[in-house]
DNA sequence: ATATTTGTTTTACAGTCGTACAACAGCGAA
DNA sequence: TTCGCTGTTGTACGACTGTAAAACAAATAT
């Protein structure tokens, strides 16, 4: 019996094959046929090793949603972030960078919807689903605040948060929906849909938003 | 070795008694865990009989699934629907009706998030998603056309369409995060922060829809 | 070159999974 | 009451599960 030969990996290296090996048997399969056996193999390794970098197998899914919402958070941090941006333009491309790739995903949305699911059942799960929530809408706050501010509205902290909650709403619903590809409509008429949406949520006069739609085409 | 007492129930009711045990454990106990043996404890029957009533318990799942998207829609066509009310009003019934008990629900949300997680495996999914994501667009964009009409702007079909996959995108995002119960915010701020926004995206006067607040809480 | 460390593979095991099937029993018909 | 039908139970089986632990080998230090 020859043993299979195998190189040595850096413990991140090796852990985040694990981890996105993991995330990638999860949105095939599905978290019922997402056996050690086959994450091992996707990750190029045998399913023994698994037990070397996690306590449990399940522990190893929990550190895979943590890690797929570490991504998807810092991805819309990085949004919006040109210095030199109206605040306007700057809102709208966080509101549209959700529904153009990678985040229109339906990879990742299933990924979203199946760990959503565990959030009732495991306490661990809970945390990093309002940890990844807190963050969104904190960000989302903050680039409401100073539009509605040069827009001359009311921008007191609490209509800030209440605009940020709906304004998450929106996006959420509307990058579920798109990201699933039912078919139902053209996804590409999203980033408008939802920059329509958002002008009047926030009560800003009609192309606030959406003209920055056409600067954010030309780019991609 | 005596056998347990048992008594026949009518094809209906045990294959419902089956669908509800089947959405009871994946909601408590997630996809992966919700075996046929603890299911069919739950429905008070032996694992046997599952294989009597489905062709497999997969199919049994697929069927709770189409089990739950029934009741949902059902209930969402019914709210809303007396014919003395208001478009307004009725418009205002529809979507709050999101976010009050019984759907507000985390055992609702954490079902929806599990089964969405498999429309992209699995087209039986996938199908019974589209139908139901469908069906309550259309409603809402019924809903929606008669108060553009009173309210005296554009309310072409295109224009309501649009509309309508706005507002579910934020019913849907709303509902989602305000179910989980994360306690970031007090979940029964969602009614008034739901209809404003739908007030914004509807370009409606303010308070059209949320006038209508007050009635509901005084019904239930 | 040799020894040491430890990341990795392999094997083994107890438990659980979905399911096929034979035996049983509740219930209506005769 | 007895029969026949079939909804229901109980059991057995092979496949698969996560995991423990021993055997091994790749890289590093000496």
Redesign the pocket.
């Known amino acids: ?1 020859t ?7 850096s ?1 991140d290296r ?1 852990r985040t094959d694990l981890l996105e090996a993991t995330l990638s048997c999860v949105a095939d399969l599905g978290l019922d ?6 994450i ?1 193999e996707r990750a ?9 970098y996690f306590p ?3 522990e190893m899914v929990r550190a895979a949603y943590a890690y797929l919402m570490g991504q998807m958070t810092a991805a819309a941090e990085d949004s919006g972030a040109g210095d030199e941006q109206s605040p306007e333009a700057a809102l709208a491309e966080v509101i549209a960078a959700n529904f153009a790739s990678p985040s229109l995903s339906g990879v990742k949305v299933s990924l979203w919807a199946t760990f959503v699911g565990r959030v009732r059942v495991d306490p661990a799960y809970a945390d990093i689903h309002r940890e990844g929530y807190r963050e969104f809408l904190d960000l989302l706050e903050a680039r409401i605040h100073p539009v509605l501010v040069a827009q001359g509205g009311p921008a007191d902290p609490s209509r800030c948060k209440q605009l940020a909650i709906a304004l998450n709403g929106l996006i959420d619903g509307l990058w579920i929906e798109g990201s699933l590809g039912h078919g139902l409509y053209d996804a590409r008429r999203l980033p408008a849909i939802a920059l329509g949406a958002a002008e009047g949520i926030l009560r800003l006069p009609d192309t606030t938003l959406t003209r920055h739609l056409a600067l954010e085409d030309e780019r991609s």
């Open positions: 019996m043993r299979r030969a195998y190189s040595r990996l413990q090796r046929r997402a056996g050690a056996r086959q091992a190029g390794v045998s399913a023994g090793l698994i037990r070397h449990s197998k399940d």
